[in-house]
């Protein structure tokens, strides 16, 4: 049973910053790509960011130059940093993971950008 465990959402003030986190644990012998979708109520889903096994790196234009995506590959850990954040920016955040040809899914942490 493979697990995707997310932390580090919050309320935070626009302009400040918050840090995911997203540990997958369980029957794990790679991982393949890793990221963060998010979606705001009334909207789609959209790809925050993704990086794969080898370090590239991909972002959604909204969040270019703000987000930072890393990744632990010895602890299955999956890094959003994100710095100068909007309102536009609430929402539930979501990692994947995609394990032997799945997608696998955290449960979701809420993100909250609000004076």
């Known amino acids: 049973q493979v697990q995707l465990v997310e932390s580090g959402g919050g309320l935070v003030q626009p302009g400040g910053s918050l840090r995911l986190s997203c540990a997958a644990s369980?029957?794990?012998?790679?991982?393949?790509?890793m990221g963060w979708f998010r979606q705001a109520p009334g909207n789609q889903r959209e790809l925050v960011a993704a990086?794969?096994?080898?370090?590239?790196?991909d972002y959604a234009d909204s969040v270019k130059g703000r987000f930072t995506i890393s990744r632990d590959n010895a602890k299955n850990t999956v890094y959003l940093q994100m710095n100068s954040l909007k309102p536009e920016d609430t929402a539930v955040y979501s990692c994947?993971?995609?394990?032997?040809?799945?997608?696998?899914w955290g449960q979701g942490t809420q993100v909250t950008v609000s004076s």
């Open positions: 990086i794969s096994n080898g370090g590239n790196t």
């Open positions: 994947y993971a995609s394990i032997a040809g799945k997608i696998r």
């Open positions: 369980g029957s794990i012998f790679s991982i393949y790509a």
